[in-house]
C-alpha cells in the first residue's frame, strides 16, 4: 500500500521535554510538509521540503525543527522552546509542482503535560 | 503574506437541504484546492480549480472559482449525512505552498 504513515497516534509528553514526530512516505513525493492544526484555526504550515536535505520555514516555525536527510522520511521536532505545543500534526507530501494534491498522514495527536 | 478567509466556520444543516462554503483570498492565486477532514480523520483532496471562473462538479458538489482567481465557493445540494465533516479550501501560488482557510464544518440534522 502507498500512503503516508505517521506515528505514534497519540503522544504524552511532559513540559520542558524535546519531541520528535515521525513521518515516512512510499509514494516517491518530493515535497514534503508539517502542519499544526488547533479547533478553529485550520492548518497552519510549519516547515516543508521540496527536496532532500532543503526545507524552509512556513507560518509558524518557531520552536520546530525538521530534517530532510531522506526522500522518504521527514521528522518534526518540537522543542522545548514551542510555548503551546499541545495540538494536532499533520504531515503531507505531493509531487513537486505547485498544481499537485497533498497526501495527509493520519497526524499525531501531542499532549504536553 | 497570502490570507485565506473562509465563512461560515460552522453550518448546521437539515437533511436534505443545501449549503455554501465560501472562500476568499487577499492575493490573486494560481489555483484552489478544497479538502474534507472527517471526524477524527485527516484531510482528503477533494478537487482542484485552475481557470478564472471555472466550474467543475462532483455529483451533489459543485465548486467555483471566481473571475479574478481570489474567491472559490463550493456548493452542495441535498445535503446527507456522509456530508459531515470540515472542508478547507486551500489557496495555491507558485511556491509549493498552500494557504488553507480555517474551514467550514458541517453537521446534518436527520
Known amino acids: 500500500d502507498g500512503g503516508i504513515t505517521q506515528s505514534p497516534k497519540y503522544l504524552f509528553r511532559k513540559e520542558g521535554q524535546n519531541v520528535t514526530l515521525s513521518c515516512e512516505q512510499n509514494l516517491n513525493h518530493d515535497a514534503m510538509y508539517w502542519y499544526r492544526q488547533d479547533p478553529g484555526q485550520g492548518l497552519r504550515l510549519i516547515y516543508y521540503?521540496?527536496?532532500?536535505?532543503?526545507?524552509q520555514k512556513g507560518d509558524i516555525a518557531e520552536g520546530y525543527s525538521v530534517s530532510r536527510e531522506k526522500k522518504e522520511s521527514f521528522p518534526l521536532t518540537v522543542t522545548s522552546a514551542q510555548k503551546n505545543p499541545t495540538a494536532f500534526y499533520l504531515c503531507a507530501s505531493k509531487q513537486r509542482s505547485s498544481y499537485n494534491e497533498q497526501f495527509f498522514g493520519p497526524g499525531t495527536r501531542l499532549t504536553v503535560l | 503574506g497570502q490570507q485565506v478567509m473562509q465563512i461560515p466556520q460552522y453550518q448546521h444543516v437539515q437533511e436534505g437541504e443545501d449549503f455554501t462554503t465560501y472562500c476568499n483570498s487577499s492575493t490573486t492565486l494560481s489555483n484552489i484546492q478544497w479538502y474534507k477532514q472527517r471526524p477524527g480523520g485527516h484531510p482528503v483532496f477533494l478537487i482542484q480549480l485552475v481557470k478564472s471562473g471555472e466550474v467543475k462538479k462532483q455529483k451533489r458538489l459543485t465548486f467555483q472559482f471566481g473571475e479574478a482567481k481570489k474567491n472559490s465557493s463550493l456548493h452542495i445540494t441535498a445535503t446527507q449525512t456522509t456530508d459531515v465533516g470540515t472542508y478547507f479550501c486551500?489557496?495555491?501560488?507558485?511556491?509549493?505552498?498552500?494557504?488553507f482557510g480555517a474551514g467550514t464544518t458541517v453537521t446534518v440534522r436527520a
Open positions: 521540503s521540496q527536496i532532500v536535505n532543503d526545507f
Open positions: 486551500a489557496g495555491g501560488s507558485n511556491d509549493y505552498k498552500l494557504s
